[in-house]
């Protein structure tokens, strides 16, 4: 049985990254590589996974903040909205993920930020948990904290280097060991699928006056 836990729903405790951990390959193909390591003080493994995006900057960033299509290329992602736009590098997101029986589904609310590194024009878009901007929804349990972080580098003419880190210990009663076993089958399959998904035209001509080509 897989279990998703992988993708969104994600919290974590304080983390060590000790850079001596190595990382070790888990997953993958289709272009897209994932790793695992461990982190001290948690029993989770951080991921990490590198793909390339054949695709201008605009359309990647133009894809990966179209926030209501995520259900359609997130693993076992049900419900996905902004709940407030801040500005237009910034704004709050709400998520839901599916869970498999007996657990109960995971939502999270989650501040993202996009910034462009203005000599590299390298993107980031990082996110981490604000749990307490939205009620509690019945029988959902709330993920208290996560943290991810995109790094997209233009590297050519639409093609650009990316690396996704994903830090999770999921809420609730699920041992480690069974998160650990299944942990790179979410963001493996859902990389896959946004590999093929910058292609869509509703994002191939879309431009943001606030992020730069390099090429």
């Not at 990647?60 to 909205?81: F, G, H, K, N, V």
């Not at 993920?97 to 980031?124: I, M, N």
């Not at 041992?175 to 998904?197: A, C």
Request: charged fraction near 20%; hydrophobic fraction near 40%.
């Amino acid at each position: 049985m897989k279990l998703l836990l992988v993708t969104a729903i994600l919290c974590a405790t304080p983390w060590i990254v000790a850079p001596e951990n190595p990382w070790s390959p888990s997953k993958s193909g289709h272009g897209v590589k994932v790793f695992t390591r461990a982190v001290t003080g948690s029993s989770i493994k951080e991921i990490k996974a590198e793909l390339e995006l054949d695709c201008s900057i605009n359309t990647a960033i133009a894809c990966l903040t179209d926030i209501t299509s995520y259900p359609q290329w997130i693993y076992q992602m049900t419900e996905a909205r902004v709940i407030k736009q801040i500005n237009p590098m910034e704004f709050e997101v709400y998520q839901r993920v599916k869970t498999p029986w007996p657990l109960d589904d995971r939502d999270v609310c989650g501040h993202y930020q996009l910034k462009q590194d203005p000599h590299t024009l390298d993107v980031s878009l990082i996110t981490h948990s604000v749990p307490k901007v939205l009620p509690v929804v019945a029988g959902v349990v709330r993920v208290q904290k996560n943290r991810t972080t995109w790094t997209i580098k233009p590297i050519a003419k639409n093609k650009n280097k990316c690396e996704y880190f994903l830090m999770l210990d999921p809420a609730g009663e699920v041992p480690s060991w069974i998160i650990n076993l299944f942990i790179s089958e979410g963001p493996y399959s859902s990389l896959v699928k946004l590999k093929q998904r910058v292609h869509l035209p509703k994002y191939t001509h879309a431009t943001k006056p606030w992020i730069a080509e390099k090429f």
